[in-house]
């Protein structure tokens, strides 16, 4: 397995042959002119995790992939007759790669903001680690992780309620991501806290080199 962090909540994997993009959003670019992808998947319909003006340049770089999206992106993203959705307790199959939906809402923001769906993705293939990116919630917290996409920051989430959730999820591995927010101060405060009182090691991918992961 090869990760590759391009930007906030933007993250390339490369397993089984195939090669993944979840939420391209409009706080990074670094995802502008990915080519040769099998799938985009999209966990919900803020514009950091799917990008309306930039994704359709995308669709039509990659016009074999499958689009696969949290199906209350099909109402509010324009994505040219190209999106399916994908709901939770639905799952895909991409060849040897599944992704199982996990999940239903994004976190609270606040009480007086309505809650939006929101969809983990779980994505397990023979004979490699289980990688998960939970989107914009701390939820759920399934099984079998081995390597985990960490916001490392939101508005709608406090470093308590990140702690908690990687100790529920018990990942060995994982990187930061969802981070457009933060300082380097903040990242390195953060990355300490998370790295320091979780059971997972958690990785700095924000130069953009690829990371490969093995299973066990």
Known sequence: MKITHLGHAA???EV???RILFDPGNFSDAWHGTTD????VVTHLHPDHVDPEHVGGLFAANPDAEVWVEPGVLDAVDLGGRGQGIAEDESVDL???RIDAVGGLHAVIHRDIPRIGNVGLVVTAEGEPTFFHPGDSLDTAPAGIDVVA???MGPWAAMK???DFLRSLGAAQGFGVHNALLSDRGWNLAFGRYNEMTPTTVHDLRSGE???VSAG
């Not at 992808?37 to 985009?40: E, Q, R, T, V, Y």
């Open 16 to 18: 089984a042959d195939r």
């Open 161 to 163: 309620e990140h702690i």
């Open 150 to 152: 960490i916001p490392m």
């Open 37 to 40: 992808l099998d799938a985009i």
């Open 210 to 212: 690829a990371w490969e």
């Open 11 to 13: 993250v390339l994997l």
């Open 95 to 97: 060849g040897a790669v």
